[in-house]
């Protein structure tokens, strides 16, 4: 069975910094887009940032400059760099594996307060 697996949520001040990490098991990982989205309470989950399974990113206009997306295949790894975190950053955030199937992660909490 697929199973994806963040990890490195927390509570954080603003502008601090977090990486969230996914873990991929039993999936042809090259062959999959990976993706992070999040939901904030009250709120439609939105996506955040993609990074193909050929390495080109791209990411949302709200993240553009602040996050950034990466993966190691040889690990079977995604990544989501967070800098400069803004209280509006708050929500949980979900990997994705998008390719022949999509497959969603539990997701991890980000809190950004004081």
């Known amino acids: 069975q697929v199973q994806l697996v963040e990890s490195g949520g927390g509570l954080v001040q603003p502008g601090g910094s977090l990486r969230l990490s996914c873990a991929a098991s039993f999936l042809d990982f090259t062959f999959y887009d990976m993706a992070w989205y999040r939901q904030a309470p009250g709120k439609q989950r939105e996506f955040v940032a993609r990074i193909s399974k050929y390495g080109p990113s791209n990411h949302a206009d709200a993240v553009k400059g602040r996050f950034t997306a990466s993966r190691d295949n040889a690990k079977k790894m995604a990544y989501l760099q967070m800098n400069s975190l803004k209280p509006e950053d708050t929500a949980v955030y979900y990997c994705?594996?998008?390719?022949?199937?999509?497959?969603w992660g539990q997701g991890t909490q980000v809190t950004v307060s004081s």
């Open positions: 994705n594996a998008n390719g022949s199937r999509l497959y």
